[in-house]
């Protein structure tokens, strides 16, 4: 038995009103389908509509903000394709407590098997949370570095990376970085160094980022900082991508290129420049 609402007119009117003046265009929407539930004794309704309308607006605008384009979700990532991949770890990140902890996660693995996927799903887990993200590659990183570098906004740029909880920097080691490059992006990892958090994804395996970077210096240093409070997940499967071409595909590109484990491993922590010789050592998994 729900009690009797009376809607006289005014009443109704001056909800109207109500609602355009608090720019709640969906509830007026659907004002009298609703009033019609109120006096059916279903109060809630309108509002649970409107805060779900604004929730998901939050979220589409964060997911551009993220720089999150293409969506990707955990839902829809097949676990039983990588079976070397143990999903609990992922699901264990998906909890994002390494946002909290200020932790580096590292995907590692060949082309197709997931990384750029995995990244883009926890960080679409983390702008729903409420988290703030922001997804790059590392060269278009380190284009919007040198840029600002040229143009005296340095500091400020590195000031906006810091901002953001969470840093997905993807496609480390596919392109070659420009000189001057990895010092750039030292200087980013310094900045935010035990201060947020970081997802990195690489083709590469630790030992060949002298390589990467172009300076077994910068890399050393890079990776001190990047190791320290660090998951390391290594993914040692196939190609998503040539999964339905697989026979079509040579044995030795099809094949796990299985990837180095890391061979530098931090030191006591300490921060500023590059050090003059690396060395040092660990990485936890
Ligand atoms: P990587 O970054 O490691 O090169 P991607 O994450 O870009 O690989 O994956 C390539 C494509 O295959 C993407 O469209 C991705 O969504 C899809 N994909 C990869 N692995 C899986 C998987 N295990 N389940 C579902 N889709 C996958
Ligand atoms: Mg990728």
């Not at 570098?149 to 080691?173: H, M, N, P, Q, S």
């Not at 595909?249 to 300490?270: C, G, M």
């Amino acid at each position: 038995m729900s009690a009797h609402v009376e809607l006289v007119p005014a009443l109704v009117d001056r909800i109207k009103k109500s609602l355009v003046g608090l720019k709640m265009p969906r509830a007026i929407e659907i004002l009298d389908v609703t009033l019609r539930r109120i006096e059916q004794g279903e109060v809630d309704a309108l509002l649970a509509e409107e805060l779900m309308l604004r929730e998901n607006r939050r979220i589409k605008t964060a997911l551009v903000m993220a720089r999150l384009s293409t969506i990707k979700t955990l839902s829809s990532f097949d676990f039983s394709f990588q079976p070397s991949l143990d999903k609990n770890r992922i699901m264990a990140l998906a909890e994002l407590e390494f946002i909290n902890r200020k932790e580096v996660v590292h995907l590692l693995g060949p082309p197709g098997t997931g990384k750029s996927h995995l990244s883009l799903a926890l960080g679409v887990q983390a702008v729903r949370a409420g988290r703030s993200v922001y997804f790059s590659p590392l060269s278009d990183l380190i284009s919007a570095l040198a840029k600002a570098e040229r143009e005296g906004t340095l500091r400020e740029k590195i000031r906006f990376f810091c901002r953001f909880a969470l840093l997905i920097v993807d496609e480390i080691g596919y392109l070659p970085v420009i000189p001057g490059g990895g010092n750039l992006f030292f200087q980013l990892v310094n900045a935010r160094y035990e201060r947020g958090a970081m997802i990195l994804t690489s083709n590469r395996g630790f030992a060949e980022w002298g390589e990467v970077f172009g300076d077994p210096v910068v890399a050393t240093a890079l990776l001190d900082r990047l190791l320290h409070h660090a998951v390391v997940i290594q993914i040692e499967g196939s190609s998503y991508r040539l999964r339905s071409h697989a026979d079509l595909v040579p044995e030795h590109i099809r094949s796990n290129a299985l990837i180095q484990p890391p061979a530098i491993t931090p030191s006591p922590k300490r921060r500023g420049r590059p050090p003059k010789n690396g060395g040092s050592d660990h990485s936890n998994g």
